[in-house]
């Protein structure tokens, strides 16, 4: 497995894709652990039948019993599902708790899903005064590159910074899309008229790609995601070319105070970003 790229799928890929984030981590070992208590119940009940098809058979039990309760049996065939509906619950409750709720956000980018393509607000930087944007188209494949892939790669990836705890706020200018990457164990339905809300944080850098997952049109399955990580020094310069320069932030005096505080503050001066975070905690 470590020897395939990560971030995408590959021919004969069996299982997940490895996982990049935290909740990745943890969907992998949820589904471990299903995946040997189903296999246990299918073999249990695999003996079961075949005892009660060999022992049972008509040949060799020509007059069947005719008693029609046990109370030890029910007991157990109560207590013991019961079990394994609270061995496989309690985790798997903590951990949609987990995916729902990001702790202490670094970065906040909004993806909006639109007919055919994906946009990236990054609320926290200023370009000429508005929330720095971009749209993020599929490439079409007669245009890429030696090494680009078909179907997922696109002209413009959203970029973040490795090991930052990154809040994604996902909506729809149109209609229904579904922001999925499947290697950072994230799916947000992209609603209009709301906003839902995701994480994730990436420990290597890489592009990591996942598609639109909510059938949204003629060229639904032509508007892949992109989400490439790199280091916080690479990321800083990434976003400092996109946006105002250092150079023209201090020359503008009324930008000049806030861009010297630190990014937590910054954050809750941002008044857009207030309001659409307060709107949409007025909504829960
Ligand atoms: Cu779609």
Request: hydrophobic content about 35%.
């Amino acid at each position: 497995m470590s020897t395939q790229p990560t971030g995408q799928p590959h021919p004969w890929q069996l299982n997940f894709q490895e996982a990049a984030s935290p909740v990745m981590e943890n969907l992998h070992d949820m589904h471990s652990l299903l995946l040997h208590v189903i296999t246990c119940i299918a073999i249990a009940v695999l003996i079961l039948l075949g005892y009660i098809l060999f022992r049972f058979h008509h040949r060799r039990n020509p007059y069947p019993a005719d008693f029609t309760h046990n109370t030890m049996l029910e007991i157990f065939w109560t207590l013991i599902p019961v079990i394994i509906l609270v061995v496989v619950g309690v985790p798997s409750v903590r951990l949609l708790h987990k995916m729902e709720t990001p702790k202490n956000a670094e970065l906040t980018i909004k993806a909006v899903g639109h007919q055919w393509y994906w946009s990236y607000e990054y609320p926290d930087d200023k370009n000429e005064g508005k929330n720095f944007e971009f749209d993020s188209y599929m490439i079409e494949s007669k245009d890429l590159k030696p090494g680009q892939l078909r179907l997922l790669d696109v002209d413009n990836p959203m970029v973040v910074p490795v090991d930052t705890v990154i809040r994604v706020l996902v909506t729809g200018a149109d209609v229904l899309h579904s922001f999925a990457v499947p290697s950072l164990g994230i799916k947000r339905d992209a609603v209009p008229g709301r906003i839902n809300e995701t994480w994730f944080s990436i420990k290597k850098p890489g592009t990591y790609y996942g598609q639109c997952s909510e059938l949204c049109g003629a060229k639904h399955g032509y508007m892949p995601i992109a989400v490439k990580a790199v280091s916080k020094q690479e990321y800083q310069e990434w976003i400092n070319s996109k946006t105002n320069t250092p150079e023209q932030k201090t020359a503008d005096n009324s930008e000049k105070e806030t861009d010297q505080k630190p990014k937590e503050e910054n954050h809750q001066e941002d008044p857009k970003k207030g309001h659409v975070i307060k709107k949409y905690k007025e909504n829960l």
